[in-house]
């Protein structure tokens, strides 16, 4: 998700290089600025940009979600939000949530002063609840459907989860101990009679960071104590791989 914001114009996500260079090209005449992690790597780059948005000296600025937020400039009329639902196809529980929250954010970023305000968003999900939620500046309505969605699935704060991620050097190796874990979690979970489901395990949506490989499977109860219970139990006992660490993560917010 990328974001452009003007004073005119802020843009959120992927690309921005590439949607830097078509700005300049559209809007030759006008001053634009980057901001990511490729650009802003030196001390103090950030505040330098800002402040010359701010002044007025850079008529568009552009980025990835480092702009959404917390940023109050009262000469922005304009804000686009370019990709809007790149995050509403991760497998992640909070999907919706984010996308409703960073769309709202970046709205939030135009119309504050005397002037007023714009804001366009790209979408290939227009009919997403998220993004027509956001749009309507309608957080009631958009908890209410969230809330639904996750009580028909038992999803939290209906249930509790907890993610075990494991890596190592080796894919096949953490691959095959991921399996190995799950299934004893499993049959102790059913031998204890515990509620506790376990889900997966699966490549984690970014498999590989650095030299490590990642996999990793969730426990889900609707008793928080229960995950707690088998966890404290069969820890203790599991075997130990070399080269493959894990770790647990009881009620996680972030699912990469």
């Known amino acids: 998700m990328s974001q452009?914001?003007?004073?005119?114009?802020?843009?959120?996500?992927?690309?921005?290089q590439r949607l830097e260079e078509e700005v300049k090209a559209k809007f030759p005449n006008y001053t634009c600025k980057r901001m990511d992690s490729d650009t802003m790597r030196g001390v103090g780059s950030h505040a330098k940009v800002l402040n010359a948005f701010a002044a007025g000296e850079v008529d568009i600025l552009l980025g990835t979600q480092m702009i959404a937020k917390?940023?109050?400039?009262?000469?922005?009329?304009?804000?686009?939000?370019?990709?809007?639902?790149?995050?509403?196809?991760?497998?992640?529980?909070?999907?919706s949530e984010r996308t409703f929250q960073l769309i709202a954010q970046v709205a939030g970023r135009t119309?504050?002063?005397?002037?007023?305000?714009?804001?366009?968003v790209q979408t290939t999900s227009p009919?997403?609840?998220?993004?027509?939620?956001?749009?309507?500046?309608?957080?009631?309505?958009?908890?209410?459907?969230?809330?639904?969605?996750?009580?028909e699935m038992l999803a939290p704060p209906f249930s509790h989860y907890a993610r075990?991620?494991?890596?190592?050097?080796?894919?096949?190796?953490?691959?095959?101990?991921?399996?190995?874990?799950?299934?004893?979690l499993h049959d102790a979970a059913e031998e204890r009679k515990l509620s506790v489901q376990i889900l997966g395990p699966a490549p984690a949506p970014i498999i590989r960071l650095k030299k490590y490989f990642r996999y990793h499977f969730q426990l889900a109860a609707v008793n928080v104590e229960e995950i707690l219970q088998l966890w404290r139990e069969v820890d203790p006992k599991l075997p130990r791989e070399k080269g493959i660490e894990y770790?647990?993560?009881?009620?996680?917010?972030?699912?990469r």
């Open 4 to 16: 452009l914001w003007g004073t005119g114009t802020a843009v959120c996500g992927n690309g921005t």
């Open 111 to 120: 119309g504050r002063g005397m002037q007023g305000g714009r804001v366009f």
């Open 70 to 95: 917390g940023l109050d400039f009262p000469n922005v009329t304009l804000v686009g939000v370019i990709d809007a639902d790149t995050m509403l196809h991760q497998p992640d529980l909070f999907a």
């Open 164 to 184: 075990v991620i494991l890596r190592g050097p080796h894919e096949e190796h953490v691959e095959k101990f991921a399996r190995q874990i799950a299934e004893i």
């Open 247 to 255: 770790i647990i993560d009881v009620d996680p917010v972030n699912m």
């Open 127 to 151: 009919a997403e609840p998220a993004i027509v939620k956001a749009a309507e500046h309608d957080f009631l309505g958009f908890a209410r459907l969230e809330l639904g969605h996750r009580k």
